[in-house]
């Protein structure tokens, strides 16, 4: 039997990847797959969490996660599809028409 | 083997009339609005903003009732629930209002504009309802992922795009770290329902590092969702390039619905845990209310200005929260929201009436002179800005009446000193729009007022609430109250008075 | 121990019995022309071969979007068929009520060409 801090580690080691992959990375798409590396991070802490508490609630909140996340990536790539068609990039840093 | 049940007796359908009316006019507006010719939008904003003002009267009628639970405690119905749907039905109406002749002119795709808003303002009454951390979660991603959408509306246009861009990414970037606190919080107390979970505070079972890890991502991803400093760097990009009746509904909607759940989690069932969120908060409080306030003195464009003009009023509505261990904060904020709601969406309909097809006109030098030529544009603005400063006797000078005396029940005399300072800096830039418009000549001619009454309406109910409920703020700060409390009658474990 | 497994080997025999009857009588019965590109191998009529950096179609995006979102609401009705008894007809018209807001959106990317090719 796995010990359950090793799923809640992992869940951690995942999330922390997420964010630095938001923080540092400049490619929209890259960014987009980072938070989904977060969110995939507390699908397994629900999970992980549920079980050990023997209730369903974290089951069920992941398959929420999951729906709200396809969701958001078909609004998402749409706006990154045309935010292309307009600027013919997809590097973070420059899109810059508003500054302070 | 159990039977099958085929009783639906057991269904308490009544307390989410208001929304199933909101659900199925979204949905009516979108398939029959694909007949509709685009130029003509018009009849479709109508028929949304009818749906929304009956929507909202039903939640009238809920507004007295007893508070109670429906969906087996997932959903909390009563007066605090009634409170914010009637807050955001009524932005939700007033910027269908606005976007009335602004649509036609600007050319958008009426079924999804309107369709996208009625969704928005769902997922807005489903945050204030929630008593579920599910539930508040999804109501949270409803009204986002329809405003992501509408955000970048102006499809051809690269500041839209960028707007919505932005929006979307920080969204979904802090509704990880909002999910991870759940997640935490829930692994800690074993639930996900906000009820258990306040019982689950005063069990010595009870992991403390997880759950404060998890109350700590928590207000992460709040302080993203109300643009707190420093998770606030989205906002004036999506604020400003996103098109201006949605960016008022940004500003106004949005905020309210994340204070509904902000409040209602923390100040109702977390209540138990005040002296360890309340320091975190007073930090956010004074960062946002400083940082707001003098980015906004050096902004040249209305709507960036406009934006950390909303930023700073979040600081201000944080000092309520930072003083919940005061009885009256919670009515306190509950206020402050309604009035900031009339100002600000009265302040957005001026930045439309000046906007034409191709012509933005959001820069403060295209206000200057505006008093000469449209005295009654000019005069709507002044009262808009003045209320936003807090002159008395409008609404936003109670609003933040009500607050600071909170915090001052509190003994928050240093955050209440820092929020003072800054409504005098705010002053500053509010009272340099006046000047542009009353003192200063050049500026834009903007189109006619006379050919569109639907803005003249919205200018005019904008208006009119600000000077009301600032002149006879007693009926509202008791309903505000009453409102507050009755989210506490939900909780039945509830200290009324926090400790400290 | 036979006993619990017998079923299975029914199972695996009646497949090997129908794929192999159909492959079988396809052999028998089906006219041979054979050509250079029935050849290739098949990947849902793209060419299996060629830059890794080819662009698509964005109507494979648009489809996709909409395999996607369908797709994955879907598994709401796991649990629920699991709990169908239990649930009685407050989850039988809940789950009507689901798939009928999916058939809005299913109209409305109809209504809108989504679904239309060219």
Same mark, same amino acid.
């Given at each position: 039997?796995?010990?359950?801090?090793?799923?809640?580690?992992?869940?951690?080691?995942?999330?922390?990847?997420?964010?630095a992959?938001?923080?540092?990375?400049?490619?929209?798409?890259?960014?987009?797959?980072?938070?989904?590396?977060?969110?995939?991070?507390?699908?397994l802490?629900?999970v992980?969490?549920?079980?050990?508490?023997?209730?369903?609630d974290?089951?069920?909140?992941?398959?929420?996660?999951m729906?709200?996340?396809a969701?958001e990536?078909?609004v998402?790539?749409?706006i990154?599809i045309?935010?292309?068609r307009?600027?013919?990039?997809?590097?973070?840093?420059?899109?810059?028409?508003?500054?302070? | 083997?159990?039977?099958?049940?085929?009783?639906?007796?057991?269904?308490?359908?009544?307390?989410i009339?208001?929304?199933i009316?909101?659900?199925?006019?979204a949905?009516?507006?979108?398939?029959?609005g694909?007949?509709v010719?685009?130029?003509?939008s018009?009849?479709?904003?109508?028929l949304?903003?009818?749906?929304?003002?009956?929507?909202?009267?039903?939640?009238?009628l809920l507004?007295?009732?007893r508070?109670?639970?429906?969906f087996s405690?997932a959903?909390?119905?009563?007066?605090?629930?009634?409170?914010?749907?009637?807050?955001v039905?009524?932005?939700a109406?007033?910027?269908a209002?606005?976007s009335?002749?602004?649509a036609?002119?600007?050319?958008?795709?009426?079924?999804?504009?309107?369709?996208?808003?009625m969704?928005?303002?769902?997922?807005m009454?489903?945050?204030?309802?929630?008593?579920?951390?599910i539930?508040i979660f999804?109501?949270?991603?409803?009204?986002?992922?329809?405003i992501y959408a509408l955000?970048?509306f102006?499809?051809?246009?690269?500041?839209s795009?960028?707007?919505?861009l932005k929006?979307?990414l920080?969204?979904a970037?802090?509704?990880?770290?909002?999910?991870?606190?759940?997640?935490?919080?829930?692994g800690?107390t074993?639930?996900?329902?906000?009820?258990?979970?306040?019982?689950?505070?005063?069990?010595?079972?009870?992991?403390?590092?997880?759950?404060?890890?998890?109350v700590?991502?928590?207000?992460?991803g709040?302080?993203?969702?109300?643009a707190?400093?420093?998770f606030?760097?989205?906002?004036?990009?999506?604020?400003?390039?996103?098109?201006?009746?949605?960016?008022?509904f940004?500003a106004?909607g949005v905020?309210?619905?994340?204070?509904?759940?902000?409040?209602?989690?923390?100040m109702?069932?977390?209540?138990?845990?005040?002296p360890?969120?309340?320091?975190?908060?007073?930090?956010?409080?004074?960062?946002t209310?400083?940082?707001?306030?003098?980015?906004?003195?050096?902004?040249?464009?209305?709507?960036?200005?406009l934006a950390?003009?909303?930023?700073?009023h979040?600081?201000?509505i944080l000092v309520?929260?930072?003083? #919940? #261990?005061a009885?009256?904060?919670?009515?306190?904020?509950?206020?402050y929201?309604l009035?900031?709601?009339f100002?600000n969406?009265?302040?957005?309909?001026?930045?439309?009436?000046l906007?034409?097809?191709?012509?933005?006109?959001?820069?403060?030098?295209?206000?200057r002179g505006?008093? #000469?030529?449209?005295?009654?544009?000019a005069?709507a603005?002044?009262?808009?800005?003045?209320?936003?400063?807090?002159?008395?006797?409008?609404?936003?000078?109670f609003?933040k009446?009500?607050?600071?005396?909170?915090?001052?029940?509190?003994?928050?005399?240093?955050?209440?000193?820092?929020a003072?300072?800054?409504?005098?800096?705010?002053?500053?830039?509010?009272?340099s729009?006046?000047?542009?418009?009353?003192?200063r000549?050049?500026?834009?001619e903007?189109?006619?007022?006379?050919?569109?009454?639907?803005l003249? #309406?919205?200018?005019?109910?904008?208006?009119?609430?600000?000077?009301?409920i600032?002149?006879?703020?007693q009926?509202?700060?008791?309903?505000?109250?009453?409102?507050?409390?009755?989210a506490?009658?939900?909780?039945?474990?509830?200290?009324?008075?926090?400790?400290? | 121990?036979?006993?619990?497994?017998?079923p299975?080997?029914?199972?695996?025999?009646?497949?090997a019995?129908?794929?192999?009857?159909?492959?079988?009588?396809?052999?028998?019965?089906?006219?041979?022309?054979?050509?250079?590109?029935?050849?290739?191998e098949?990947?849902?009529g793209?060419?299996?071969?060629?830059q890794?950096?080819?662009?698509?179609?964005?109507?494979f995006?648009?489809?996709?979007?909409l395999?996607v979102?369908f797709d994955v609401e879907?598994?709401?009705?796991?649990?629920w068929?699991?709990?169908?008894?239990?649930?009685?007809?407050f989850?039988?018209?809940?789950?009507?009520?689901?798939?009928g807001?999916?058939?809005v959106g299913?109209v409305?990317?109809?209504?809108?060409g989504?679904?239309d090719?060219?």
């Amino acid at each position: 039997m796995v010990p359950m801090s090793y799923f809640v580690g992992l869940s951690a080691v995942l999330f922390a990847i997420g964010v630095a992959g938001v923080l540092l990375r400049r490619n929209i798409i890259v960014i987009f797959m980072s938070i989904e590396i977060m969110l995939n991070a507390v699908n397994l802490a629900f999970v992980a969490l549920g079980r050990r508490l023997g209730s369903m609630d974290g089951q069920v909140m992941v398959f929420f996660v999951m729906t709200v996340a396809a969701a958001e990536a078909a609004v998402g790539l749409a706006i990154i599809i045309a935010v292309f068609r307009n600027r013919e990039t997809v590097n973070a840093d420059q899109l810059n028409l508003m500054r302070w | 083997m159990t039977q099958f049940n085929w009783s639906l007796i057991n269904f308490a359908w009544l307390p989410i009339l208001p929304l199933i009316v909101v659900a199925v006019g979204a949905m009516g507006v979108l398939l029959a609005g694909v007949q509709v010719d685009d130029e003509d939008s018009g009849a479709l904003g109508i028929l949304t903003i009818a749906l929304l003002v009956f929507a909202a009267v039903l939640s009238l009628l809920l507004f007295g009732g007893r508070p109670s639970v429906a969906f087996s405690g997932a959903l909390a119905a009563g007066g605090y629930t009634a409170y914010f749907d009637l807050l955001v039905l009524f932005a939700a109406a007033m910027t269908a209002l606005m976007s009335v002749e602004y649509a036609a002119d600007q050319g958008l795709a009426g079924a999804e504009y309107y369709a996208l808003l009625m969704f928005a303002a769902l997922g807005m009454m489903l945050m204030a309802a929630g008593d579920d951390l599910i539930v508040i979660f999804l109501g949270l991603e409803t009204m986002s992922i329809a405003i992501y959408a509408l955000a970048g509306f102006m499809r051809h246009d690269p500041r839209s795009n960028e707007a919505a861009l932005k929006y979307f990414l920080l969204g979904a970037f802090s509704t990880g770290f909002l999910l991870y606190g759940i997640a935490f919080i829930y692994g800690a107390t074993g639930s996900i329902k906000l009820e258990p979970i306040e019982a689950a505070l005063s069990r010595p079972a009870t992991d403390n590092a997880l759950l404060l890890a998890g109350v700590g991502l928590l207000l992460i991803g709040f302080g993203f969702k109300i643009a707190a400093v420093p998770f606030h760097m989205w906002a004036p990009d999506a604020y400003e390039g996103a098109p201006t009746p949605v960016t008022a509904f940004m500003a106004v909607g949005v905020k309210a619905a994340a204070f509904a759940a902000f409040v209602r989690i923390f100040m109702v069932h977390l209540g138990p845990l005040g002296p360890q969120w309340t320091m975190v908060l007073w930090v956010m409080a004074g960062l946002t209310m400083t940082v707001g306030n003098l980015a906004a003195l050096v902004q040249t464009n209305i709507k960036r200005m406009l934006a950390y003009s909303a930023i700073a009023h979040a600081g201000y509505i944080l000092v309520g929260m930072t003083a #919940a #261990a005061a009885p009256r904060a919670g009515g306190a904020i509950l206020y402050y929201l309604l009035g900031y709601a009339f100002t600000n969406l009265g302040a957005f309909t001026v930045v439309v009436a000046l906007e034409r097809r191709g012509a933005i006109h959001d820069n403060l030098a295209d206000y200057r002179g505006l008093a #000469a030529r449209h005295p009654f544009l000019a005069a709507a603005m002044a009262l808009f800005m003045l209320s936003l400063a807090g002159v008395p006797p409008l609404a936003g000078f109670f609003g933040k009446f009500y607050i600071f005396s909170a915090a001052l029940d509190a003994h928050l005399l240093w955050l209440t000193i820092i929020a003072v300072i800054n409504s005098v800096i705010s002053a500053y830039y509010y009272l340099s729009v006046l000047i542009a418009m009353y003192v200063r000549e050049g500026g834009v001619e903007p189109a006619a007022l006379r050919t569109r009454p639907a803005l003249i #309406a919205t200018l005019v109910i904008a208006a009119a609430g600000t000077v009301a409920i600032g002149l006879f703020p007693q009926p509202y700060i008791t309903s505000a109250a009453g409102a507050f409390v009755s989210a506490l009658g939900n909780a039945p474990h509830h200290h009324v008075v926090l400790s400290r | 121990m036979l006993l619990t497994w017998f079923p299975i080997l029914v199972t695996l025999a009646v497949a090997a019995l129908v794929v192999g009857g159909m492959v079988t009588i396809n052999r028998l019965t089906g006219p041979r022309r054979p050509s250079k590109i029935k050849g290739e191998e098949f990947e849902c009529g793209n060419p299996p071969t060629g830059q890794a950096w080819g662009r698509f179609s964005v109507h494979f995006y648009l489809t996709a979007l909409l395999f996607v979102v369908f797709d994955v609401e879907v598994i709401f009705l796991y649990p629920w068929a699991v709990e169908l008894r239990h649930l009685g007809m407050f989850g039988l018209v809940e789950a009507l009520i689901f798939i009928g807001i999916l058939t809005v959106g299913l109209v409305y990317a109809w209504q809108r060409g989504a679904l239309d090719w060219n």
